[in-house]
């Protein structure tokens, strides 16, 4: 991995500029899909088809909680060539990764086919106070404990839309927001607390926090 590349997406409507997303990314997307198709299959014992046909039900959620977003994952579908489901596949890749999920979902699928490809994740988050610091300001940051197997997903989006905060996010490849920053001075940090608790389907991760991110 060297330098993370900047893509940025403006203009347009929420289509095209998921479409140029996608077009941008597009080596990439074709990384990050190669890598989870595998990797969900160690997790759960389901291959990607199986993944791919599960996926569509998150789309009410995702439509009711951010409305219009849909729009730009059927886009970064369109430009990088891949299905609208797969697009969906690697925003949801936190959720995915866990076996109780597909629970939710209500399809049958074996706990007991994961296999020991688990870590514990250590994201750690902070934010330096400008009373702490010489510089006068607020700096907030995070490392970020995932898989190395996407390193080469990684990327930073400046995303221009009309009428919401310019926002630049860190994110993997076809995914549309985690952490970053808007012009209006808010920075997000977040430390998942996994997909294990509650009960029913919930919006995947990146939806929550591109719609913080637009505030």
Not at 111 to 134: H, M, R, Y
Not at 143 to 160: E, M, S
Request: charged fraction near 20%.
């Amino acid at each position: 991995m060297t330098a993370i590349p900047l893509i940025e997406i403006s203009g347009g409507n929420a289509r095209e500029r998921g479409r140029s997303y996608g077009e941008q990314a597009r080596a990439q997307i074709d990384v990050a899909i190669e890598f989870y198709a595998q990797s969900f299959q160690r997790m759960t014992g389901l291959s990607w088809d199986d993944v791919l046909q599960r996926v569509p039900g998150w789309i009410p959620l995702i439509d009711d909680y951010l409305p219009g977003i849909m729009d730009e994952i059927a886009g970064i579908a369109e430009g990088s060539g891949r299905t609208l489901q797969e697009i969906l596949a690697l925003n949801g890749r936190g959720e995915l990764s866990r076996p109780a999920v597909f629970a939710a979902m209500e399809e049958a699928f074996e706990p007991s086919a994961a296999s020991t490809d688990k870590q514990v994740e250590g994201c750690s988050s902070f934010a330096i106070l400008p009373s702490a610091n010489p510089f006068g300001h607020v700096f907030a940051g995070q490392n970020w404990d995932w898989r190395h197997g996407i390193a080469d997903t990684v990327l930073v989006l400046r995303i221009v839309q009309p009428d919401r905060p310019t926002v630049i996010t860190q994110v993997e490849a076809g995914q549309v927001g985690r952490h970053g920053a808007n012009s209006a001075g808010l920075a997000l940090n977040a430390n998942g607390l996994g997909g294990t608790f509650g009960h029913g389907l919930g919006v995947p991760g990146p939806f929550v926090r591109r719609k913080v991110l637009e505030s």
